[in-house]
């Protein structure tokens, strides 16, 4: 069955935009660009439209022409030159930075003009990196919105901080605005400052497990609200989603972007996804969190990222999108009864 408390933000009819985005270059492993076709095709266009949704969909194939960089400027983020300033080195390590911020803007100028149009996107991904598209096209429509960041890692580190180079695992840093500024018009970094800003205080995470050294330096230093899974273990998980809605929402009067990793939920829930790490949200504490948030009525964006079809066994896979699948229902309204 349906919920359909009436959403503050969104005009009737009430339409989702399905925004398929095939997209892996934020990080390494193959195969997470094959996400959006795999949920769509275990029928979740259908299965939206039977919550009463109208549907509106582009297709996966509306990012795929965006080419890699000309000659002369190289993916992992330098030019030519020698790497000779600590800068430099750092901006080197990023994993094709030129192609993510180019598809990224692409992706948030999709979910900027459907949410202009009343629409809700719900975004399938593809890695997390696409969040700094996603989030930035939901704060050019509604610039108060805040963000909740379901996820087992916290996404935020900078280009100084990353071990890996993999930018599935900075996205927040972009969107806070902690990386040090372009040293020029010409630079990687300033490839990135289409990013919109979302500041702070209207970000909170639940599911936090596996997170960097320094990506604790930079929540402590930032005072970013996070509620990780000892929080969940402690409270619950209904305390949990109140106490990080009375965080970024005081009122109950911002719009909420929902972004949602599958490795926020334990590998026995969601095994087929690129960075797994035991001990997360069961089934349901996942599914709760998309319920209450629907339950506000303030939902304007929903992201579904990481699922993997290419890792672990078939079954594996038919259980991660059969999940992935059925937790965008309940961020839409599907309830128990």
Request: charged residues 20%; proline residues 6%.
């Amino acid at each position: 069955m349906s919920s359909t408390p009436s959403n503050k933000f969104l005009p009737s009819p009430k339409t989702v935009a399905i925004v398929g985005c095939p997209f892996s270059g934020g990080q390494s492993k193959l195969g997470v660009d094959k996400a959006p076709i795999h949920l769509v095709q275990a029928g979740l266009i259908n299965e939206v439209e039977e919550l009463g949704w109208r549907v509106v969909f582009d297709g996966h194939h509306q990012f795929e022409d965006i080419s890699t960089p000309p000659d002369g400027i190289q993916l992992n983020g330098t030019s030519d030159a020698a790497v000779n300033t600590a800068l430099d080195a750092s901006i080197a390590r990023l994993r094709s930075p030129l192609l993510v911020a180019q598809v990224c803007e692409s992706v948030a100028s999709a979910v900027q003009a459907h949410a202009e149009m009343g629409h809700l996107p719900v975004t399938l991904g593809g890695d997390h990196s696409l969040a700094m598209g996603t989030i930035s096209g939901t704060l050019r429509a509604y610039d108060q919105a805040c963000v909740i960041w379901i996820d087992a890692h916290a996404d935020i580190n900078t280009i100084h901080s990353t071990d890996s180079g993999n930018i599935h695992g900075m996205p927040l840093s972009f969107l806070l605005k902690l990386n040090p500024p372009a040293p020029s018009p010409d630079s990687v970094l300033a490839k990135f400052d289409w990013v919109s800003h979302l500041p702070a205080e209207r970000l909170v995470y639940i599911g936090l497990r596996d997170v960097d050294r320094g990506e604790k330096e930079i929540l402590k230093k930032h005072s970013i609200k996070a509620f990780s899974m000892h929080e969940v273990d402690r409270y619950g998980i209904g305390k949990v989603v109140e106490m990080a809605l009375d965080h970024v929402n005081p009122q109950r009067d911002r719009p909420i972007h929902l972004s949602f990793d599958v490795d926020a939920l334990d590998p026995s829930v969601a095994p087929s996804t690129g960075t797994p790490v035991r001990g997360g949200l069961t089934f349901r504490e996942g599914h709760y969190i998309c319920e209450a948030i629907h339950q506000t009525g303030l939902l304007v964006a929903f992201d579904l990222m990481e699922v993997n079809p290419a890792l672990a066994d078939a079954e594996s896979v038919r259980q991660t999108v059969t999940v992935g699948c059925s937790l965008v229902r309940s961020a839409l309204g599907e309830t128990l009864l």
